[in-house]
């Protein structure tokens, strides 16, 4: 069938695709708590003749598959929200529930564009006959940056060929580059309690080991590569200031272009917590949670992604829409609109066009994603849709405003559309699948381990 056949099929699920962007909205799960929304696609995809896979060991996982034969298409849908981002759809600030989640990274677009794109490539296998396996991937857990890890370490993508993956941001296009790979872990301090003005002299205090490691940290920070990136949160367990602390928590993440670099740095970080244990005579007790490696980018699927971006019809917004987007955009600092817009080369609040190839060729993207690990296994290509205006942020109220919109949900049915074109010129279309097959394999790190 011609393409825009394909894109007819695909918007005979707009309503599936509009309910889902809403629902999971309107049900925001943090990571490792996704129990309603993986039911509720699970349950969608059972009715539409999908058969489930669970894994006892992923809970909030898993895959639903229809059709038979190769190549098998994994189709990656994510569902988690981020804690502290509740918000209206509105353009001021305003939570639903004061303190409550969000989707300020719009996983709930994320999930119902993967589960429209699934649905709607089985119509059209059955009219075109194509031979064939698709498999949605319910996947939890991509904000703690874990879920793929443990569903690759579990054996959940095993048999699968190709995987196609989107995310929502404020620009449409291809990703030719890679994110940052990144390590999660903590620290456990303890030391020895005390009366803090009675008898400081007894005490050895968790807390002052867990602030010299931060210290030593900030310090270390000038002499690691380019592109690293270190943050973390702090944990006191609840003591008040008149207690020598005898325990104190911390949770760190370090990112860096290359997961070999991420290792080196966790070392060295580890040390600053051996030191600080020394000088504190307290003792640290350090626990790997996950880690995530970078993207391994494929040329070739990309090429046939942004043939496929830029055979769709470009989304059209209402004057009421762009007002909204204003509305929003007027609410971030305006220096980074501004820039945003020079960089895109954009008047209008909302990215309109493909953006052209070259734009991000070469510079990693400074966030990191469990979906690396999955490009380490498979072939897997990545793109965009504009959800929200030029110079918003994902994990920011104002992303969670927009994907509660219009402007989310459309996103969600054009990129539901891009992920069934291109999956339909990877059933339909030997000599591709072949010219990215032989891609991956050239790049593949045949040492990859997941790490968990
Ligand atoms: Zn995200």
Same mark, same amino acid.
């Given at each position: 069938?011609?393409?825009?056949?394909?894109?007819?099929?695909? #918007?005979?699920?707009?309503?599936?695709?509009? #309910?889902?962007?809403?629902?999971?909205?309107?049900?925001?799960?943090? &990571?490792?708590?996704?129990?309603?929304? &993986?039911?509720?696609?699970?349950?969608?995809?059972?009715?539409?003749?999908?058969?489930?896979?669970?894994?006892?060991?992923?809970?909030?996982?898993?895959?639903?598959?229809?059709?038979?034969?190769?190549?098998?298409?994994?189709?990656?849908?994510?569902?988690?929200?981020?804690?502290?981002?509740?918000?209206?759809?509105? &353009?001021?600030?305003?939570?639903?529930?004061?303190?409550?989640?969000?989707?300020?990274?719009?996983?709930?677009?994320?999930?119902?564009?993967?589960?429209?794109?699934?649905?709607?490539?089985?119509?059209?296998?059955?009219?075109?006959?194509?031979?064939?396996?698709?498999?949605?991937?319910?996947?939890?857990?991509?904000?703690?940056?874990?879920?793929?890890?443990?569903?690759?370490?579990?054996?959940?993508?095993?048999?699968?060929?190709?995987?196609?993956?989107?995310?929502?941001?404020?620009?449409?296009?291809?990703?030719?580059?890679?994110?940052?790979?990144?390590?999660?872990?903590?620290?456990?301090?303890?030391?020895?309690?005390?009366?803090?003005?009675?008898?400081?002299?007894?005490?050895?205090?968790?807390?002052?080991?867990?602030?010299?490691?931060?210290?030593?940290?900030?310090?270390?920070?000038?002499?690691?590569? /380019?592109?690293?990136?270190? =943050?973390?949160?702090?944990?006191?367990?609840?003591?008040?200031?008149?207690?020598?602390?005898?325990?104190?928590?911390?949770?760190?993440?370090?990112?860096?272009? =290359?997961?070999?670099?991420?290792?080196?740095?966790? #070392?060295?970080?580890?040390?600053?917590?051996?030191?600080?244990?020394?000088?504190?005579?307290?003792?640290?007790?350090?626990?790997?949670? &996950?880690?995530?490696?970078?993207?391994?980018?494929?040329?070739?699927?990309?090429?046939?992604?942004?043939?496929?971006?830029?055979?769709?019809?470009?989304?059209?917004?209402?004057? !009421?829409?762009?007002?909204?987007?204003?509305?929003?955009?007027?609410?971030?600092?305006?220096?980074?609109?501004?820039?945003?817009?020079?960089?895109?080369?954009?008047?209008?609040?909302?990215?309109?066009?493909?953006?052209?190839?070259?734009?991000?060729?070469?510079?990693?993207?400074?966030?990191?994603? /469990?979906?690396?690990?999955?490009?380490?296994?498979?072939?897997?290509?990545?793109?965009?849709?504009?959800?929200?205006?030029?110079?918003?942020?994902? =994990?920011?109220?104002?992303?969670?405003?927009?994907?509660?919109?219009?402007?989310?949900?459309?996103?969600?049915?054009?990129?539901?559309?891009?992920?069934?074109?291109?999956?339909?010129?990877?059933?339909?279309?030997? !000599?591709?699948?072949?010219?990215?097959?032989?891609?991956?394999?050239?790049?593949?790190? #045949?040492?990859?381990?997941?790490?968990?």
């Amino acid at each position: 069938m011609a393409k825009k056949d394909v894109f007819t099929i695909v #918007d005979t699920f707009k309503d599936l695709c509009r #309910d889902a962007c809403r629902t999971i909205w309107n049900h925001p799960e943090i &990571s490792g708590e996704e129990n309603f929304s &993986s039911k509720y696609y699970a349950e969608i995809l059972r009715k539409e003749s999908f058969r489930l896979v669970v894994n006892e060991h992923v809970p909030h996982a898993f895959l639903a598959e229809w059709g038979s034969g190769h190549p098998v298409l994994a189709i990656l849908g994510e569902y988690d929200a981020l804690p502290g981002l509740s918000q209206k759809a509105g &353009s001021d600030r305003e939570e639903i529930t004061a303190g409550g989640a969000g989707h300020g990274c719009g996983h709930n677009l994320l999930g119902a564009a993967a589960v429209t794109g699934a649905i709607a490539l089985k119509k059209v296998m059955e009219e075109d006959g194509l031979e064939g396996t698709i498999r949605f991937y319910g996947c939890p857990e991509e904000e703690t940056l874990c879920g793929k890890v443990k569903m690759i370490h579990y054996n959940m993508f095993d048999g699968c060929d190709f995987a196609f993956s989107w995310h929502p941001m404020s620009v449409n296009m291809t990703f030719d580059t890679s994110y940052l790979a990144n390590a999660s872990f903590k620290f456990y301090y303890t030391g020895l309690s005390a009366h803090a003005g009675f008898a400081p002299q007894n005490g050895r205090s968790a807390l002052d080991a867990m602030e010299l490691t931060n210290m030593g940290v900030q310090y270390l920070r000038e002499h690691v590569i /380019d592109g690293t990136r270190i =943050h973390y949160t702090t944990d006191s367990c609840g003591y008040a200031p008149n207690i020598v602390h005898p325990e104190a928590k911390s949770w760190y993440y370090v990112r860096a272009p =290359h997961m070999s670099d991420v290792k080196s740095t966790v #070392d060295r970080v580890k040390k600053c917590a051996q030191g600080a244990a020394i000088m504190t005579e307290t003792q640290v007790k350090f626990e790997l949670l &996950s880690g995530c490696t970078e993207m391994l980018v494929n040329n070739a699927f990309s090429d046939l992604t942004y043939k496929n971006l830029l055979e769709l019809e470009p989304i059209t917004y209402t004057a !009421e829409e762009r007002e909204f987007a204003r509305k929003i955009q007027d609410s971030v600092a305006m220096d980074t609109c501004a820039r945003d817009r020079k960089a895109y080369n954009s008047d209008g609040p909302m990215y309109e066009g493909i953006a052209p190839r070259e734009q991000w060729a070469s510079t990693p993207m400074k966030a990191s994603t /469990d979906t690396g690990d999955v490009s380490q296994i498979m072939p897997m290509n990545l793109f965009t849709a504009a959800a929200w205006p030029i110079g918003v942020a994902p =994990h920011t109220w104002q992303a969670t405003a927009c994907a509660g919109s219009s402007l989310g949900e459309k996103a969600a049915l054009w990129a539901a559309k891009a992920i069934a074109a291109t999956a339909y010129d990877i059933l339909t279309l030997p !000599e591709e699948r072949e010219k990215i097959l032989a891609e991956f394999e050239a790049r593949k790190d #045949d040492n990859y381990v997941p790490m968990i």
